[in-house]
């Protein structure tokens, strides 16, 4: 039966995609249409109407002459349809005609633009052009994969990946996605910290710029204030160490304690995730503002007048604190139950005391723990935006800044992207010193299967300080919640203190008219985009970042040590730099996207991608390689594999990975706050835009029905993905 | 019903060399032939290359150097989905979320059958094995010899023109090694499977096998039947390694025709020179080829240094002036003590000559 795919000539995917890109080129509007989906279009002058042409058409009537080449790349496959897959001819014709066909696209769009050239070089070389081009749209965007996955059943018949189709095309894939949203924006924004006002580029001018005194400057230590990018330094560093810390005494208070209610420890340090992150910042100033709770009673009852002394350095430190700490513990909790209890149980029986336990054994097996909790602590920090907006005061920190220099009064984009440059090399440096700490040495222990045995409680000495953090952290956190519940239902905080729900009314009243409901409360817009554009994200993240661990862990390819830098290093760069290097790369063509909500979409793809990605490799390097391995042998190909066997094992990591992306695309606001536009407006900005209007009724309102949205989204999550029954009898004494 | 047939190929190497990264070569150009229908054990130490053979075979790894066919097919290039081998693996394998039914059927899936077809396969697969029956359970719920058989089944059901087994009896107790086995070699014989089974267990290898291919450092030492083999080792390694054999040092004084006369100490033995010259040669003799009578005889005169005691024999360490040799005796009612001085002398048929000096 096997003998007859093997003789089958032409693979139906390859016709696919052939049919693909002629549809692309000759069917689907080439150029952007705003309204896509709406197929306004298609009753509105379509095919003939320039705006909404396909390219044939335009080709056709001698129009945008530069898009005839691709025909030619259209043409050459139907060259190979049934011809076998080892004629040398296959993967010549398919290899040649992808790669040019997708070369070609790339370079007339990156070459011509609104104003004809987008080069001297090419206007000197071809003479000036009367045409230009608007934003690709789908029909580029259609033919462009048709090429690129031409090219790969290409290459994987001249025998790449012992000619697996599947593998090939993911691989060519994800890099080039990667390529366009991760490093194609970086490239732009580093260009643009080179820009001279006058639209040329100059590294003589980058380095006055960048060793501006506003940047760098020491006067805080003479009385005056530092440089932006000392305080960000030293608020992140603060926050990192700070936070690991505290996640690590929860994750200890919770494997290594008798401590009785460790489930609702649990949730209380799950909360924090699921909280827009400003949110935890306005609360902080309910409690110790001008007219907060703690500072008005405070100055009644000792008679000293309130201060603003919350407003800086000390606010934002708590507020990050409180936000970012179950991040910490969300890492350090997984590596801390990953120590191998009989790796502990081994030390105690070779005379370790349970002191030395620890300090030898659990301890470094957790350095990696320890090392990525600093590390997401310290991005975190570099990349908040919500929380020093609130709470800065005149403490200036860069992505305050960046954001400031884009849309203040000063629209300094060069401004903007030098800043960046700083925050992402302060986050590189970071990334870089981590794998340096961790150096080569191996912890296979924390991936490894659990195994019996237990973890040995910790050692007094450690303990009691232990205890004594967590309860005082935890009784901190339910009084923010409390404050945020209260401060949700009060007329006016600090003011007038009765009850009442209109801040709630306001935000999402519905009424009932004789046209039928009404959605007038205020915050709907911004609440049903955010809902939309999260529920797309999530499930093309986690299926991005899954097929990508699958390549990382279970693949070999030529390259695959960049493949995987690649896809990490948008987990390395601060969303607001995101953000800033999408509007600069996205704002013109080849790629117009800046104000749709595919650009938040996208963006949050690529800002959660490395989250999915990590927790597929963690789960599939628990998956014994022969599972897969059977399963070709048992003739099912790496595609059929994939759907069959990996993915049903891989639920926890499915789960994990949509859970993560979807509340990130709800509480997200540094990248978001420079992509949204006034027709998608994001929950987040909008109640950003709240809070500087001091409506901070209507902020905690709506961001505490969020957080109950949010609770209820992730329940639904977890219905609907399921579990795998996989029986729970461990290879301990199975033999019979 | 539907019953199980084979369409067993032969499998050929021609020059087949595996190299992993630059240095490390699992396999050096080999050569071999498995006949159809015909059960070939791969055996050898750990690290010699087995594995890596059989994984050839499959497709999950891909030659370096050399070609690989399957029946008439040249299949070097081929990945494993494409090739018509099914393969058991030591760990099994089972996919965990999947019943046993499910498991079987998994193959036939992506083979063209339809439900019944599927259905009727896969259940004679089960009744094959002897697990009629357990279709709806998971792997977690069965025994390690359960499991086993299912992943046998699992490869069967597929009717492939090779079957692969990597160690399939590792994981499994003494006892039930022995049944499953024989159970394996009775199905392989019934079907007229083509087979490549390896095992670093001689005794195993010795039973199941029509063929053995021994190797080392990635390389063939030998093949030939079990009994080839067992009684014309061609050198020390393999002489050691199926039987664990006495090697002892002697002289070959004298040629005659095939028979050569080989002396030990003051002792002189005749036997089949199998083309040695004159000179230093090995003797490679099994443990239970030994003779040994109680004081001074026609032979080498030695001394007894451990008696053991296991039930069914007597096993001895006995030193003499060649150096140290192990003999195992039937004898067990009057058995020899510790320090007993005895005579060493060799059975008729059994002990072998060896070139002296290993071939590296
Ligand atoms: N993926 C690999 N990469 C590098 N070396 C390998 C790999 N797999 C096996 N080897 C090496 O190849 C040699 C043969 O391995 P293997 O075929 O597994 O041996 P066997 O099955 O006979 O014990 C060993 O030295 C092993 O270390
Ligand atoms: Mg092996």
Redesign the interface.
Known sequence: ??????EQTTHPVLIFWIIAGWVGYCILPWYGVEGFWSFEWLVDGWPLDDDYAPAAVLVGVGQKLWLAPMLLALAAPLLVLGRRKTDPLYAQVLIAAGGFGFAWLVAQGLGIGLRGFTAEWLTTLFGTLDDRQFGMGYGAMVTASAFLFLFTHGIAAR?AI???VFVTSAIGGVIAVVTIFVFFPITKMLLAAFATDDGGYSVLGFFPKFFDDRIWGLDCLSGGRCGVAWNSLLLAVLVGVLTTLLGLAFALVLTRSGFRYKRLLRALTVLPIITPPFVIGLAIILLFGLSGTVTTSLAAMFGVEATRWIYGLPGILIAQLLAFTPIAFLVLIGVVEGVSPSMEEAAQTLRANRWQTFRTVSWPLMRPGLANAFLLGFIESMADFGNPLVLGGNFDVLSTEIFFAIVGAQYDQSRAAILAVVLLGFTLGAFYLQRFWLGRKSYTTVTGKGDAGVHPPMPNGLAYPVYAVVALWSAFTLVVYGMILYGSVVQLWGVDDTLTFKHYLTAFRIDWTEDGLRWTGSAWDSFWTTMTIATLAAPLTAAIGLITAYLLTRQTFAGKRAFEFGTMLSFAIPGTVIGVAYILAFNVPPIEITGTGLILVISFIFRNMPVGVRAGIASMSQL?K??D??????????W?TFR??IL??LRPAILAALVYSFVRAMTAISAVIFLVSARYDMSTSYIIGRVENNDYGLAIAYSTALIFVMLAAVGLLQLLVGR??????TSHG??? | MTGINAKAASVRFENVSKVYGTKVTAVDNISLEVRAGTLVTLLGPSGCGKTTTLRMIAGLEMATRGRIFIGEKDVTKLPATDRDVSMVFQSYALFPHMTVMENVSYGLKFSGFDKAETKDKALAGLGLVGLTGYGDRLPSELSGGQQQRVAVARALVLEPQVLLFDEPLSNLDAKLRRQVREEIREIQQNLGLTVVYVTHDQEEALAVSDEIVVMRNAAIAQKGTPRELYEAPADAFVADFIGEANLIPVDIVALDGDTATVRIADYTHRLPSRGLPQGPAKLAVRPSRMRLVAGVGDGVPAVIDKATYVGSRMEYTVTAAFGTVFAVLDDVTTPFRIGDAVTISFAASGPVLIPASQPS
Not at chain 1, 1 to 6: C, N, Q, Y
Not at chain 1, 629 to 638: C, D, P, V, W
Not at chain 1, 724 to 729: L, V
């Open positions: 039966m096997r003998t007859v795919s093997l025998g012992n000619g697996d014994d022969s599972l391995e059977s399963s070709l042998t048992l003739g099912a190909n790496s059929q069959a066997v049903p094992l795998t029954r996989i029986g729970r009898r199975e033999i019979h």
